[in-house]
């Protein structure tokens, strides 16, 4: 009989775990693009400066809870190992990759239409006027540290250069540079003038780490 009341709890305890709701998962905007810059090209305060203009914007929208990085490699530093693991999501709820890996990967989900700003608005791509698509990346498709990033983002320097990504994926040729969202071409200087010649308004990434 001891046993076979053993045995009856055990199952109760089964069956209401079994019951208990799963972890909600959490999908709170941890991804958004840039609505302004710092305003002065490349130069962005290097990372700490970039990273306080992701916090900030954050903040704003009611978002700065969370610890947000931008998107940005330098000589000694990865982009990739400054955002988390993920999953990241938009303003709207909408998954934009659930890991590294697949951020890096062809079934990341940035496009024009998920590459919102922190308050949800869409950034103008190619074909709109002015075209900004261009965002400050300085890093390679891997996520790794490209050779070009205004001299780590401290730099607005006419004859300097970053490596930018098309938040769009579209570009003046059908190739995988033109589709990359985080490594297509360097820009034209890194002064606040010389950005918008080639696509851009010194917009990046922002994601939150945790």
Same mark, same amino acid.
């Not at 530093?77 to 659930?98: F, T």
């Given at each position: 009989?001891?046993?076979? /009341?053993?045995?009856?709890?055990?199952?109760?305890?089964?069956?209401?775990?079994?019951?208990?709701?799963?972890?909600?998962?959490?999908?709170?905007?941890?991804? /958004?693009?840039?609505?302004?810059?710092?305003?002065?090209?490349?130069?962005?305060?290097?990372?700490?400066?970039?990273?306080?203009?992701?916090?900030?914007?954050?903040?704003?929208?009611?978002?700065?809870? +969370?610890? #947000?990085?931008?998107?940005?490699?330098?000589?000694?530093?990865?982009?990739?190992?400054?955002?988390?693991? =993920?999953?990241?999501? @938009?303003? +709207?709820?909408?998954?934009?990759?659930?890991?590294?890996?697949?951020?890096?990967?062809?079934?990341?989900?940035?496009?024009?239409?998920?590459?919102?700003?922190?308050? !949800?608005?869409?950034? @103008?791509?190619?074909?709109?006027?002015?075209?900004?698509?261009?965002?400050?990346?300085?890093?390679?498709?891997?996520?790794?540290?490209?050779?070009?990033?205004?001299?780590? #983002?401290?730099?607005?320097?006419?004859?300097?250069?970053?490596?930018? =990504?098309?938040?769009?994926?579209?570009?003046?040729?059908?190739?995988?540079?033109?589709?990359?969202? @985080?490594?297509?071409?360097?820009?034209? !200087?890194?002064?606040?003038?010389?950005?918008?010649?080639?696509?851009?308004?010194? /917009?990046?990434?922002?994601?939150?780490?945790?």
């Amino acid at each position: 009989m001891k046993t076979l /009341f053993v045995s009856s709890l055990a199952g109760v305890a089964v069956m209401a775990a079994m019951a208990l709701p799963a972890a909600a998962q959490d999908m709170s905007v941890s991804f /958004f693009v840039t609505s302004q810059g710092p305003g002065d090209g490349g130069n962005l305060g290097g990372l700490e400066g970039a990273d306080a203009q992701c916090q900030k914007l954050a903040a704003a929208v009611g978002a700065g809870g +969370k610890t #947000w990085h931008a998107y940005l490699s330098t000589s000694s530093v990865n982009a990739r190992d400054r955002i988390g693991n =993920g999953p990241w999501y @938009n303003v +709207k709820g909408e998954l934009i990759a659930a890991s590294l890996d697949e951020l890096h990967g062809d079934s990341n989900k940035i496009s024009k239409q998920t590459a919102l700003t922190e308050s !949800g608005q869409m950034i @103008n791509g190619r074909g709109d006027k002015p075209n900004m698509h261009d965002m400050l990346t300085g890093s390679n498709a891997d996520g790794t540290a490209a050779d070009k990033t205004c001299s780590d #983002w401290t730099s607005n320097a006419a004859d300097d250069a970053a490596i930018v =990504g098309h938040h769009d994926r579209k570009g003046l040729r059908d190739d995988a540079p033109s589709k990359s969202w @985080n490594s297509s071409h360097a820009t034209r !200087g890194c002064g606040k003038d010389d950005l918008p010649k080639t696509g851009g308004n010194g /917009f990046f990434y922002c994601f939150a780490v945790k």
